[in-house]
Structure formats: C-alpha cells, structure tokens
C-alpha cells in the first residue's frame, strides 16, 4: 500500500478544500494558512482534554510564525453540544471582536467539530472554520462533509447548518493518547467505509488483522506510536477510509442519494444506542453491532453471501468490536426503535445492505417479520 502522504479533495459545487491525514499534520497548519490566504484573528475552539498535549502547542506555533491567536476550551463530552456552551462561544467570539474575515480552529473530537463548525456557520452570518480533528471518529467521519450542530434536549444533532471547513488537518500523531475504547469505535467507522465503498480498504484491514494473529485490541488499543511500520500502515488506511467520505460528500453534499450509504449500520445502532442509554455504548460500538445486523439482514434477503457476513464480523472482532447484541435489549423494542429512525421516509425505513464488499444497496421494502427474525435469532 502507498503510504506517500496525498492531500485529498473535497470538490462540491460551491466548495472546494483539502484535506492532510498525516503524522504530524499539525504542524503544516501555519503554512496551509499562508496558502489559503487566511490572515485574520485564528479564534482556536479545543477540547479540554487535548488543551495540554496540542492545543496549547498548537497556538505558540501559530503566534511564532506571526498569526493573532485567541484561545478557549470547551468541556470534552457531548454534553458540549448545547446551546449554553454555543451562547459561550458567541459571547467569546463577539466580546473578543470577531470579524468576518477570522478563522475558527475546531481541536477535538466531533463534539468540538460539530459545535465549533455550528458557531463559525452562525456568527456574524458565517466566518471560515478549520477541522483539526484528534480522534478516529471525527478524522473518517464527522471533520469532512461540513455537517455542523448542537443537540436539542429533545433529540441529537437537531439543529445544525452545512457549512464546509476551509480545510480539514487529521494529525493521526494524536491517536497515541486517545483512549483504547474510542479508538476502537473509531475503527467501527473506518471498517464501514470498506464494507460499502472500498473493497482494497477491507482486504487491508483483512490483512493487518491476520499478521497481527486476528488481535489488533491488545492492551493500548491498536495505536502504538513506537511501532513507526504498524504506524504508517494505520495513517495510510484511515488516509483511505478518510478518502471514502471525501468522494461519498464531494457527490452528495445534502444527502439526497449516496451519502446516505454512510448510515450503514446505523439504523440499528442508533436504536441499540438509544436503548442502552447514551453514553453506554460508543456510538461506534453500536454502529459495529449494527452493521452485522444489516449483512444478516442482507444475507436473509439473499442480497449478499454468507462469506461476507463472516469476513466482517471477523474483521470488526480483529479491532476489538463486538457483535453480539447486549442480551438484555429486547428485539421488540428494537425494531419499534428503527421504525423511528430520521432515515424513514413515508413511513418506510430506509435499509443500507451490503451485497458484496465495498458495495451497499438502499433498500425500503425490507419485511418487518424479517428484521424481527434477524433480531431474535440474534
Ligand atoms: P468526542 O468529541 O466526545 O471525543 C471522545 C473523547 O475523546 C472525549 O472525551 C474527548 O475529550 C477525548 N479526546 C479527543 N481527542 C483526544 C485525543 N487525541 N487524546 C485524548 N483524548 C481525546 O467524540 P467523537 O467520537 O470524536 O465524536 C462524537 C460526536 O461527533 C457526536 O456528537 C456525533 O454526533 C458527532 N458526529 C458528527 C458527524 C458529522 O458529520 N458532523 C459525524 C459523526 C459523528
Ligand atoms: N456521518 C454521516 C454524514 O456525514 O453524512
């Protein structure tokens, strides 16, 4: 596999950015910023949790090569996601002077993406905002495709805006001190990205699984930063897993066909997610459990082959990701869960199914007994 460090595009019709995923990519943000012409005040939005190890690095290294620098951090957790901590962020940004031609820098995982993305859509009527995200999940998923918001005390993500970064820095050194669980549910996301998009992708996690005797969830998570080989292997596959949304998003921004692909596994997971309780399972955790529900979904369709069912569930257990439904969930509530999903249409649940590796159909004409059947056999 080519490890050679490639930017990747974002192309969308009325946005075009780059995005870096790279050891150590944070470093080139100063530079990046020269190039894309930006020299307003840099307003950086961190995580607290990663304030120590690259945020405040981060803003020396801005300030040494001459840019303004205004610094805040914001709780980690999703709790973050609100519309308090957004009036904290609008009275920082507005006390402090913003103007319409600063940057917000979003560092952290997707609650400070989503959050920070929310306050550069909004204030003063949109300024440019800069994804540098230090987690798994937001590097392959939330930091690209410029899906921005809070929650409602009503439900998640339920008010948000798309509003595309100027460019999008996923610096994979930080994975070292990222916690081994959400790493793992990182790699729920990046093993999707395979299964519906990108068979090469799969056969590599395949392959790195088998060296690596069927057990990259050792202790520490699969991210060992003294391995420099085992590390450039991981940055070139989530490179790739990274490239898989940057096309799915650079031909469908607003989500009117393809880009709905990236919800699989996701009608069941956010349903097990749910009825967990938020915060019980990763939402990556739930994603695997609910993408080896949609292939057995897939298999009693006769849509795809019982190889594949197995390929993946070996896959997802290689990365520490379990398949087995929490036995105390009830498939009866489950399914009336799913039937709920944001992705019904007209009252039909729009199912994602894969039908080979690096291949998914959409599918709303899936019998309920089906589903059922799939949820109790388990
Ligand atoms: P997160 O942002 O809560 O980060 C997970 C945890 O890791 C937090 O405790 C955080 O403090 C910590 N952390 C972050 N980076 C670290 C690092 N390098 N080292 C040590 N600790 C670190 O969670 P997440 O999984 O990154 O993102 C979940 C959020 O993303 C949800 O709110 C979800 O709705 C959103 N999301 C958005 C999109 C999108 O398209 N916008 C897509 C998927 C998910
Ligand atoms: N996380 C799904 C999307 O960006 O559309």
């Known amino acids: 596999m080519d490890n050679a460090a490639e930017t990747l595009m974002v192309t969308m019709e009325r946005a075009r950015y780059p995005v870096l995923v790279e050891a150590q990519a944070l470093t080139t943000l100063p530079e990046w910023l020269k190039n894309l012409g930006l020299r307003g005040t840099l ?87 800069i994804q540098l995200p230090t987690t798994l999940l937001a590097m392959v998923d939330a930091a690209v495709g410029g899906k921005t918001g809070i929650n409602h005390p009503l439900g998640k993500n339920l008010i948000g805006a798309f509003h595309q970064p100027q460019l999008v820095l996923a610096d994979t050194a930080t994975l070292a001190t990222l916690a ?56 070139a596959i989530i490179r790739r ?16 066909g ?42 009693a369709m006769k849509l795809c082959s019982a190889d594949l069912v197995q390929r993946q569930q070996n896959v997802l257990g290689a990365y520490g990701l379990a398949t087995t439904m929490p036995p105390e969930l009830d498939p009866s509530a489950i399914l009336a869960l799913t039937l709920r999903d944001k992705k019904v249409q007209a009252r039909r649940v729009r199912w994602v199914l894969p039908t080979a590796i690096g291949h998914v159909v959409i599918r709303d004409d899936v019998p309920e007994a089906l589903v059922r059947d799939v949820l109790v056999s388990r």
């Open 180 to 235: 081994p669980r959400e790493l793992r549910a990182g790699w729920a996301e990046v093993i999707k990205h395979g299964v519906i998009s990108d068979a090469s992708l799969f056969a590599e996690l395949e392959a790195l699984a088998v060296e690596r005797g069927w057990n990259l969830a050792a202790p520490g998570g699969c991210w060992t930063p003294d391995d420099d080989d085992l590390t450039m292997r991981l940055t």
């Open 241 to 256: 897993a990274v490239a898989v949304k940057v096309g799915v998003v650079s031909r469908d921004e607003r989500e009117q």
């Open 43 to 129: 307003w950086l939005v961190c995580d607290e949790a990663v304030a120590h190890p690259y945020g405040r690095p981060l803003v020396a290294m801005l300030r040494a090569a001459g840019f303004t620098v205004n610094f805040t951090t914001v709780p980690s957790g999703e709790a973050s996601k609100s519309s308090a901590q957004l009036g904290l962020l609008y009275d920082w940004l507005i006390s402090g002077g913003v103007e319409r031609r600063d940057t917000i820098l979003a560092l952290g995982g997707g609650v400070i993406g989503d959050l920070a993305g929310f306050a550069a859509a909004s204030v003063l009527r949109g300024i440019a905002v």
């Open 258 to 299: 393809e880009r709905i692909t990236l919800n699989y596994g996701h009608t069941i997971g956010h349903a097990v997610e749910a009825l967990m309780g938020y915060g019980t399972l990763l939402h990556g955790e739930a994603v695997a459990l609910g993408m080896h529900a949609a292939a057995r979904l897939a298999l």
